[in-house]
């Protein structure tokens, strides 16, 4: 089969997916206990029963799931609208487009970062193995691994407000916004730097870890010390035939990761009041919003599969092994 | 190796250089710009369509209403400059203050104003938020450039409460559009009112809004120049915020971090009796209730309520769950409103007593089992304590009321619950035994007793009890139309009687709004119950000099 094909395949197989991921969230939102009505329009306000009567109407919420609902829904789906929010009351591609540039910036940057130094000191460690150096990083990586998220966040906001006068949320400071970002640049960096050093902590020590064992791994193969005997240094070898074998695992976990983090580091936007896409799903979920919810989550269902075919593709030209099959 | 090298230099370059820089400077005259730090944003800018808190501090800004409410829980004119009813009640007639203008430069006349208050009458679909306000309106009609009368279908007893509440939006922005959707989907985010402030940056991507001053305010304008409200997602930040100075205002204190935040240096915290309250519900739905109520029969007997009631210690309860930032709850209606004078201040509350609570329950049969639980005719007294999973003060509530539940014999298994599905287990399942919960009430006492009638106990509505009597119906339909204040406070006084004698709500506490400020940059808060940040307040607010 040609590459073309396998990609096709892969294509159809991933539009599959994302109609069946379509139809599960549809109904699981439908199942879930509470009004959305009543989730809407929250607990202090004085929204007569005949009120909210009329806003189920005019949600559609007044007619059966099945078919109605569903037939609405999709034909909504089908003519490319993913409706209006109903808590909002904005379209909801406009809603989750404004909050995806956000979250793309932090999670870029904290995932580059962590990327590019979690593989640095994997890498290293395994080379140096039992070394000090491959115990400390361990060591620091393992701790970092398991901090819980919030806590890391909020002891780093402290200091780094405290001492380093760094912004303690946003994006930007207030008299920037509404400048285009590349005006404001060291203000955003300014703003970037605890959320993204958080995130890069975070996420270090598994890429970290998983690097080390797998170069592990890889230093112990034949033709490794076939390398080595043909008088290449140790860079050479490491860099030449440890690193490039060494990636694939990191590849997947790469891939994984970015698909679900487009779901946004929610915590991390909670801590630093960082307004991105983690956040809208959590108000979402809490307001039973419906149409934000399903946008949101085809969102989430297609940088998943879209993460995963990326990682597919790099696969054929990483391991010649897949490209053999 | 060396792409490395230069990698790494360039990141430790980015991060040194936003260590380094200066926090930029406010954008004018930082004496003049107060900035505020708040927990949300607006949902949307248009009255017809807003739920959020936030939304409507933004209205109190940028919007007038025709009256509003005083310190000492009066009404006052804002838009109007005086005002009469017809002696049947029926007729109101406003006369407008001269020379408002809206923040486009224009004239507001009565016209624009008439046309409002039939907008929210005919269209009652599309301006959901204000039909709570308006039912009862038949017309509105302008009779000169700056007066108007408002036709009602009866007398309404709290007409200046209900105006108070319909802000007056330009005509021109909203009467163009055909359907109740079109009209809500609209955002509204750059408003034109004619309150004391205009906004001049809103996004809703930042979460930031700036609102400059208005110049040709009516009542003469802010000593402010600027305001600027941020967004921050939670409390400990905002905290921080206020500590090194990046706000000059927190909107909201949490109950713990009060303390701290007294401590703070050129901070000032502030508690204020505010109108929110917090209850346990017991169950109370007629038995012919249909679903049939799911409960521990017990619930319902007046001695098993009576004896609860004996062994909630409040005053406990307010020293620890709200570390002291609060009162003791009596009735439903908090003694802020009105100035006090809604709230009777002639009720009781049963004092704390264990034993006299055992002795209750011993009294009306309730017999101790070798486990420790009471039990009559095969009824055991266990019963589920239920709260809402979002709040933070009620888990260590429910856990020291079931504690003291447990030494008189009453088994309570304190759960959290998704508050979607707390409120359709109570309105209209009718399937709890205990609830712990809250409201957040108007100025008014009308909205917290309505909460209370048989016609609130349907899909929908607000009565999550299930507490239904006639007599009580009748006295709520009576207040609504009695105009003369002392009569209607007779009535208000009496239906709270009812109330805390029947105990479908054992009111827990009354909570203090609790807000900070940098008293080292501003000075000239007024504390209202709405908190020291209500419009009127923040005309007042000046930097220190």
């Known amino acids: 089969m040609s590459r073309r094909d396998t990609l096709l395949r892969k294509l159809l197989f991933s539009l599959l997916t994302i109609f069946v991921v379509l139809v599960i969230n549809f109904m699981l939102f439908r199942v879930l206990p509470g009004d959305p009505v009543r989730s809407v329009i929250g607990r202090n306000v004085r929204i007569s029963a005949e009120m909210q009567a009329s806003l189920r109407e005019q949600f ?16 909504q789906w089908a003519g490319g609208n993913l409706g209006v929010s109903w808590s909002l009351r904005q379209p909801v591609a406009e809603v989750l487009m404004s909050k995806l540039g956000n979250t793309l910036l932090l999670i870029g940057l904290g995932q580059i970062l962590a990327i590019f130094f979690g593989v640095l000191l994997g890498l290293f460690a395994g080379w140096k193995r039992k070394t000090s150096f491959d115990v400390g990083a361990l060591t620091f990586s393992l701790i970092a691994w398991a901090t819980p998220t919030f806590w890391l966040g909020i002891i780093l906001l402290a200091a780094g407000s405290t001492w380093l006068g760094l912004p303690t949320g946003g994006i930007v400071s207030p008299q920037n916004v509404g ?20 995130m890069t902590i975070l996420y270090l020590g598994e890429y970290m870890l998983i690097m080390r064992s797998s170069i592990l791994e890889v230093l112990s193969e034949d033709y490794i010390l076939t390398a080595k005997a043909k008088g290449m240094s140790h860079w050479q070898v490491l860099w030449r ?69 990326l990682a597919d593709i790099l696969y054929t030209y990483l391991d010649p092994r897949v490209k053999a099959n | 190796m060396k792409k490395i090298v230069v990698f790494c230099l360039l990141i430790a370059a980015l991060l040194l250089a936003a260590c380094g820089g200066q926090p930029a400077a406010p954008q004018q005259d930082s004496g003049a710009a107060l900035r505020v730090g708040w927990l949300g944003f607006p ?17 109190d800004l940028v919007y007038s209403t025709l009256m509003t409410e005083q310190l000492d829980g009066s009404y006052a004119g804002l838009l109007a400059e005086s005002w009469s009813e017809s002696d049947d009640g029926l007729v ?44 009862g309106f038949v017309e509105a009609r302008a009779l000169d450039e700056r007066s108007l009368e408002i036709e009602l279908e009866y007398p309404i007893s709290n007409m200046e409460f209900r105006v108070s509440f319909l802000y007056i939006v330009h005509p021109k922005d909203f009467e163009g559009f055909t359907t109740p959707e079109d009209l ?42 600027q305001l600027v409200y941020q967004t921050f997602d939670n409390s400990d930040a905002l905290i921080q915020a206020l500590k090194v100075g990046d706000v000059d205002f927190a909107a909201e204190v949490p109950t713990s971090a009060f303390k701290s935040v007294e401590t703070f240096e050129g901070v000032t915290a502030v508690a204020l009796s505010g109108r929110s309250l917090s ?60 100035g006090g004078f809604w709230f009777n201040s002639s009720l009781t509350d049963v004092s704390f007593n264990l034993a006299e609570a055992s002795r209750i329950l011993e009294e009306a049969g309730y017999v101790l089992d070798a486990d420790g639980v009471r039990a009559k005719g095969g009824v055991r007294l266990e019963m589920r304590l239920q709260f809402p999973s979002d709040s933070s003060n009620y888990p260590r509530a429910a856990d020291m009321i079931a504690n003291w539940l447990k030494e008189i014999g009453i088994k309570a298994t304190p759960s959290a619950v998704d508050p979607d599905s707390l409120v359709v287990a109570t309105n209209p399942n009718a399937d709890f035994d205990m609830v712990i919960w809250g409201w957040g ?21 607000w009565n999550d009890s299930g507490y239904s009597n006639p007599e009580y119906d009748e006295l709520f339909a009576e207040q609504q139309m009695t105009i003369d204040d002392t009569a209607r406070q007779k009535i208000v006084w009496e239906m709270q009687e009812m109330l805390f004698n029947d105990r479908a709500y054992i009111v827990l506490w009354y909570d203090d709004v609790l807000q900070a400020y940098r008293s080292d940059r501003f000075t000239g808060f007024i504390e209202y119950p709405t908190g020291i940040d209500a419009f009127q307040s923040l005309m007042n607010v000046e930097p220190v000099k």
Do not use: C
Not at chain 1, 68 to 74: G, Y
Not at chain 2, 444 to 453: G, K
């Open chain 2, 441 to 461: 009430s108007d100025p008014d006492p009308d909205f917290m007793l309505s909460v209370m009638t048989s016609e609130q106990y349907v899909e929908g509505g």
């Open chain 1, 179 to 198: 400048k285009p970002l590349y005006t404001v640049l060291p203000d955003l960096a300014r703003h970037l730097v605890l959320p993204t050093l958080t």
């Open chain 2, 43 to 59: 949902d949307t800018l248009n009255p017809a369509y807003a739920f959020l808190s936030e939304s409507y501090t933004m209205f």
């Open chain 2, 92 to 135: 109101w007639t406003f006369t407008l203050r001269p020379n408002i203008k809206w923040h486009n430069g224009e004239s507001l006349t009565a016209e624009q104003v008439a046309w409002n208050i039939n907008a929210f009458i005919t269209n009652s679909d599309g301006w959901v938020t204000n039909y709570g306000y308006i039912i």
């Open chain 1, 241 to 309: 035939h440890g690193l490039k074998n060494a990636m694939l695992p990191i590849v997947t976990m790469i891939a994984l990761n970015l698909g679900f983090t487009v779901s946004g580091a929610i915590y991390i936007e909670t801590v630093f009041s960082y307004d991105g896409l983690g956040k809208l799903f959590h108000t979402a979920l809490i307001r039973q919003d419906y149409p934000l919810l399903q946008g949101a989550f085809l969102l989430l269902a297609v940088s998943v599969i879209v993460a995963n075919m």
């Open chain 2, 279 to 338: 209850q346990v519900i017991l169950n109370s739905a007629p038995d012919g209730h249909d679903p049939t109520p799911n409960r521990n029969p017990a619930i319902t007997d007046p001695a098993v309520r009576l004896a609860i009631a004996t062994a909630i210690n409040k005053k406990d309860l307010v020293d620890v769950v709200l570390q002291g930032q609060g009162l003791p709850g009596v009735g439903i209606v908090p003694p802020t409103l009105g």
């Open chain 2, 184 to 225: 809500q989907n609209f955002s509204n985010f750059s408003p034109i009112g004619t309150g004391p402030f205009k906004i001049s940056t809103l996004d809703k991507d930042r979460r930031v809004i700036i609102l400059d001053a208005n110049a040709d305010y009516f009542d003469g304008q802010a000593k402010l120049g």
């Open chain 1, 60 to 75: 559609g919420l007044d007619k059966p799931v099945f078919p109605d609902q569903f037939l609405a829904t999709l034909g």
